[in-house]
């Protein structure tokens, strides 16, 4: 009679387990999370750009319309203010979003952390 022959995938499968499917969602939600944000904050900035660049074009084509020496320099003086407060409320958004991505960075490697022992001493769950 034939042996029964054990394939040799199936085998190295058996030994390595793989964490159940609710443990692998504790491992990527901290990730997920943590991408979010990041994606958050370049939504942000994207926007700014695009609204910046859009206030840049105006302003050479306002400037290209202008004969008076005068008034170029209004709108070439009003133009740089705007700019500068643009950058300088952007830069406190940013400076905001970054605090909240690097708590979001503690509170992920704490949660991943916490997953981790769970996965490895699953007696010990809280």
């Known amino acids: 009679m034939p042996s029964k022959k054990t394939d040799p995938m199936s085998a190295m499968a058996d030994l390595m387990k793989a ?8 491992f ?3 990730q ?6 990041l994606l958050k904050q370049n939504i942000e900035t994207l926007d700014f750009l695009k609204t910046r660049f859009e206030r840049d074009r105006a302003m050479l084509a306002d400037l290209a319309q202008i004969d008076d020496p005068a008034k ?3 709108l070439w003086s009003s133009f740089w203010q705007r700019m500068m ?4 409320t952007e830069t ?5 979003s ?14 991943e952390g916490e997953a ?6 699953p007696s010990e769950k809280k």
Do not use: C
Not at 85 to 88: G, L, M
């Open 19 to 26: 964490p159940a499917l609710d443990g692998f969602s504790m």
């Open 28 to 30: 990527m939600r901290p």
């Open 32 to 37: 997920a999370k943590m991408a979010e944000a």
């Open 72 to 74: 170029a320099m209004d």
């Open 85 to 88: 407060s643009d950058y300088s």
């Open 92 to 96: 406190t958004k940013l400076a905001a």
């Open 98 to 111: 970054v605090t909240e991505i690097a708590e979001q960075a503690v509170r992920t490697a704490t949660e």
């Open 116 to 121: 981790l022992m769970t996965v490895v001493n």
